[in-house]
């Protein structure tokens, strides 16, 4: 195996292990939490709170409203009943009354509008309370098979660092350096040569280069990016 080739599947190897660790950091935050299941959560003590409040808003005008036409029907009673003979006091009673009866229908219009926001305010907190308990469930269905999966993602991470460790060792201490060098700058740090030009940057590469690359005897780089080549 020529040294750039070796240098190839220790590139290969690093692919591998990057994606092997991008699934385990993903399963591990989905097993930390859930942005959707958190967000939903919110709207739902959101929507608990509107209705907690449509509710007392709705319970504060009823109250009213029976406060209020207790007096009406006091007033009513004894502008009535003959206990009142003064006619101005009569007069004052009858315009009182009437004032009274005009509230009593407005705040009844209002208690009709809040019973409305009220029982559309549950429905809301309602259906946002299922979705979340429908999440969870999911979310707990979901547990035990991302845990297994974690697992054994983890065992063939571990496989896989050992594997690139024993790869790396095949390869001389200069010649890693320079991939290291090389894949800090460029991804894919080794490429193939494409025809005639380099896989990575695209540009043509000279005859000398192609030849030295296919030879396989030393590790060449792109004269332009620095990639080192495979044929």
Known sequence: MTRAAALMRLQRADEQIAELRSEVASLEAALRGDPELDRRRKLAAASTSVQEESSAELTD??????????????????LYDGSVKNPHELLEMQRELEALRGQVGVLEDRLLTLIEGSEAA????????????????????????????????????????EQREALAAEATASDRALYARVAALHHPAVVSIAGDACGGCHLPLSNEERRAVRAGVDVVQCSNCDRVLVP
């Not at 309370?129 to 991470?157: C, I, K, M, S």
């Open 61 to 78: 005008a009823e109250k009213d409203l029976t406060a209020l036409e207790l007096r009406v029907r006091t007033l009513d009673r004894r």
């Open 122 to 161: 549950a429905q809301d907190a309602q259906a946002a309370t299922l979705a979340v308990a429908e999440l969870e469930q999911q979310r707990d269905a979901d547990t035990e098979p991302r845990q297994r999966r974690l697992a054994a993602l983890q065992g063939q991470l571990g496989e896989a660092i």
